[in-house]
């Protein structure tokens, strides 16, 4: 009797083990990407206006030729939009829903408006480029939120203030381009902490004052754009 109970109490055991981990790893898997998630992401894209899409589209959005991709449980992970002729802007996407987002790409295109201040509400994106385009307004401190990101991109558009300082968040930024502009100000002292920085550009803006000496710690730099009223401060 007593062999029968113990034999029965280690197999309850490993069943009740199972379901535990069975659960959690159902957990894991419905936070990261649940179907309402996958809903949502599917309602902004469809709802932006950018594509033309409907309602009945909105199941295998990824599928599609439109520069959506997606990863395998169906979440949207890139955007590079393939440009139109209509002009598009980033207040019709809801950019809070694409949680899994890596790569936002809108260069050489027509959008135009203002960044929107929840440009950094996407916590995985590693590479932003809206060159070559009508934006206008600020850049929104907001931006250094973006913690992952390692290409940043605003040149040819039509920015004006200053450069936020919390630019200077984005430790992991190996490429930041905001020339052709019309930035105003200094140069902030932050940007001194984006040591990994390969390439920096500051051309062509109406940036003015002296150049902050933390530029000095991006020892990785190999290429510097600066524009005419910057340039000559480091005479």
């Known amino acids: 009797m007593m062999q029968f109970l113990d034999s029965n109490f280690h197999g309850m055991s490993f069943l009740l083990i199972y379901l535990l981990l069975f659960l959690s790893s159902v957990g894991e898997l419905g936070s990261a990407s649940t179907p309402s998630q996958l809903q949502l992401e599917a309602n902004a894209i469809i709802n932006s206006g950018w594509w ?8 295998h959005i990824c599928s599609l030729n439109y520069g959506i991709h997606c990863n395998d449980v169906g979440s949207v992970i890139g955007i590079k939009y393939q440009c139109s002729e209509g002009r598009i802007q980033l207040a019709t996407l809801n950019l809070s829903v694409f949680k899994n987002l890596e790569s936002f790409e809108v260069a050489y295109c027509t959008l135009h408006g203002t960044i929107p201040p929840g440009i950094g509400n996407l916590p995985k994106l590693t590479h932003l480029d809206f060159c ?3 934006l206008s307004g600020k850049i929104p401190s907001t931006i250094g939120n973006l913690l992952e990101l390692t290409y940043l991109h605003f040149s040819h558009n039509l920015l004006h203030g200053e450069i936020p300082s919390t630019i200077g968040n984005l430790s992991k930024l190996n490429d930041l381009d905001l020339s052709y502009n019309s930035l105003q100000g200094e140069v902030p002292p932050t940007i001194g902490n984006l040591s990994k920085l390969t390439i920096l550009d500051l051309s062509y803006n109406s940036l003015q004052g002296e150049i902050p000496p933390t530029i000095g710690n ?3 730099l190999f290429h510097l ?7 000559r401060l480091l005479r």
């Open 225 to 231: 754009g600066l524009n005419y009223q910057v340039a």
């Open 218 to 220: 991006l020892s990785k």
């Open 52 to 59: 033309n899409l409907s309602s009945s589209d909105s199941h």
């Open 132 to 134: 070559y385009n009508s």
